[in-house]
């Protein structure tokens, strides 16, 4: 049981006749400062239904309070305060780390039930941009934190590989392009052709219907335009493919948006058997006043489907394959509406899982304060930011740890940590500004930061060599240790948190918050020094070392021993 239901328990048999358990516990807080203990009651709600001072009822409960091993009881002005047991707290909460490892934390709620996440989804023929990153590490994050609740994660890398702009991309490469130009540098030409495109049609609208036509020969399976289009996309996927393998993050399926060209029929059938087609101008679209929104545009004049036929037809597959439980978008923030008409449109349709389908929004990232476009050319190639941050973090180590086996190794670690920690130490809702420097820097709350802690943990357990055993005492009852501990402890329900959030800032929070305090505790602390604590102190190394591992596994990051 843990120490917050153990004080409500008791508060109970106090205040049985006014609260109930329930709202005992909800008022429970946690002090802000330790002199005030680790959980505290506010009697002053009380000094109503009790015609008295909240001082005196906070004496009074104090008295009346059964005596406890796990705590001690003190009121202090109109709050009753507990302080743990500390030397109890910390037995318990080491051994269950050292004893469960990397799996300390691990729940089964899930039950093996399926959570499809769509992620990354960059676009072909285009570069993927910072939102791309932010999606595909978000999105990896959130897999990673719910396969730790039990549940099965399914990673989708739905590629905006389908669309009108492959005809214009067509139409620029026969125009304008070669062969030679795609293979040497496939995403820069294809994207020089799109942009040329672009600025050439502002003066000549007729490329636009060409654009079209060459679409819809593409729908329609004709030969050519089908092998353009292949080829197109497997160039990009190799480019693509180059920063996953850097991030290390995998897929479970690349089915984009091509995907569903011929399951586009089911949606559109469903919603004419449901009379919800309209015919607007020629097109159809799907009334949603009712749900304040515009009308979503599912099929246009000339027979084409759009972005969210597409998205329609993949949710009904999505439930079809894996049935599951919630299925994740980690898109910009930007969709949301496009995210609300998919749900109202399957609600019309009757579909009660609408409400599992869960768009997970992330800001907007910008430079010197203005959106990136693709279209303006105006972008950050996110693997000249990964190289940049690898080369500076090699710089490091050459200067700190010049003797460090595996340089290049670590250092990509390093800096590709550098990079994921600093997109994921912010709630994902928060725009910013991109700032290289910034990005790399490896002082303050950054991934290197907690990566040279866990390294340090590492050090000190090699140069003492300790091994836990079992039997060993683990007994802390030091403020200073105690702090680390009270972390320690609230690993599993930060876990909990960040997924039901689908929030992995709130694991690179905590994991900055306990290296900090680990490091005030290490300057505070001689931890090797032959008393009969020593284990002790070792025993929170060890499990500090674990917890942050585990933390930084979780948010995609790597923890080497040595840096
Ligand atoms: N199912 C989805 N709509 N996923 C998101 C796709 C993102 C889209 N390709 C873009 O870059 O904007």
Redesign the pocket.
């Known amino acids: 049981m843990n120490e917050k239901t153990l004080v409500a328990q008791a508060l109970e048999k106090v205040l049985g006749e006014h609260l109930t358990l329930e709202e005992i516990t909800n008022s429970i807080e946690r002090p802000k400062v330790s002199e005030h203990g680790d959980l505290a009651f506010p009697a002053f709600p009380l000094a109503k239904i009790m015609r008295k001072a909240p001082q005196m009822i906070a004496q009074d409960i104090a008295d009346q309070i059964e005596a406890s091993d796990a705590y001690q009881v003190q009121p202090i002005g109109p709050y009753v305060n507990f302080f743990l047991n500390k030397a109890e707290i910390s037995q318990a909460t080491l051994t269950e780390i050292i004893e469960k490892q990397s799996h300390y934390g691990d729940q089964t709620i899930g039950e093996n039930r399926m959570i499809p996440i ?1 992620l990354s ?3 072909i023929a285009k570069p993927m ?1 910072m ?2 990153l932010r ?1 595909t590490v978000i999105g990896n994050s959130i897999a990673l934190l719910v396969e730790k609740l039990g549940y099965q994660p399914y990673k989708i890398n ?3 590989d389908w669309g009108t702009q492959f005809g214009k991309l067509i139409v620029g490469y026969k125009k304008w392009g070669s062969e030679q130009a795609v293979i040497e540098n496939p995403i820069k030409e294809l994207l020089r052709l799109y942009v040329e495109f672009h600025e050439k049609a502002e003066t000549d609208p007729s490329l636009e219907d060409e654009g079209r036509a060459w679409f819809k020969k593409l729908e329609d399976g004709d030969e050519e335009a089908l092998h353009l289009w292949k080829w197109f996309r497997e160039e990009s996927l190799k480019e693509f493919q180059r920063v996953y393998d850097l991030l290390e993050v995998t897929f479970d399926s690349y089915n ?2 091509s995907f569903y060209n011929d399951k586009m029929n089911k949606p559109i059938e469903l919603l004419e058997e449901k009379n919800l087609l309209i015919s607007d101008q020629g097109a159809d679209i799907v009334d949603l006043s009712k749900y304040d929104l515009n009308p979503a545009l599912i099929r246009k004049s000339d027979g084409a489907t759009l ?1 969210i036929t ?2 329609l037809a ?1 949710a009904l597959y999505r439930k079809e394959e894996y049935n599951f439980d919630k299925a994740v ?1 980690v ?2 923030n930007e ?1 949301s509406i ?2 609300k008409q998919l749900k109202a449109v399957l609600k019309e349709l009757g579909f009660n899982w609408a409400d599992d389908i869960v768009h997970v929004p992330f800001g907007l990232i910008t430079k010197d304060g203005k959106k990136l476009s693709t279209r303006k050319g105006k972008i950050v190639l996110l693997e000249e930011v990964l190289s940049e941050a690898i080369n500076l973090s090699l710089g490091q180590i050459e200067d700190k740890n010049p003797s460090l086996e595996n340089k290049e190794e670590t250092a990509r670690q390093v800096g590709v940590g550098a990079v994921i920690f600093h997109d994921l130490k912010n709630d994902r809702l928060n725009n910013f500004d991109f700032n290289l420097e910034e990005v790399v820097r490896f002082e303050g709350e950054t991934g290197p930061y907690v990566q040279y802690t866990h390294a340090r943990s590492a050090s000190i357990l090699r140069k003492t060599n300790w091994q836990p055993v079992e039997g060993q005492s683990y007994e802390l009852n030091d403020a200073e240790s105690w702090e680390v501990i009270k972390l320690l402890k609230d690993f599993p329900s930060v876990i909990e948190r960040a997924a039901a959030k689908y929030e992995p800032s709130v694991i690179a929070k905590y994991v900055i918050d306990l290296a900090q305090t680990f490091n005030k505790y290490y300057a505070h602390t001689k931890i090797v020094s032959d008393d009969d604590q020593q284990d002790a102190r070792l025993a929170l190394v060890y499990s500090v070392k674990t917890v942050l591992k585990e933390g930084l596994r979780l948010l995609g990051v790597h923890a080497p021993e040595e840096m």
């Open positions: 769509d989804s960059p676009n941009s939102g791309h999606s739905y590629l905006g984009g948006e972005y597409r998205d993949s978008y898109v910009g969709q496009h995210f």
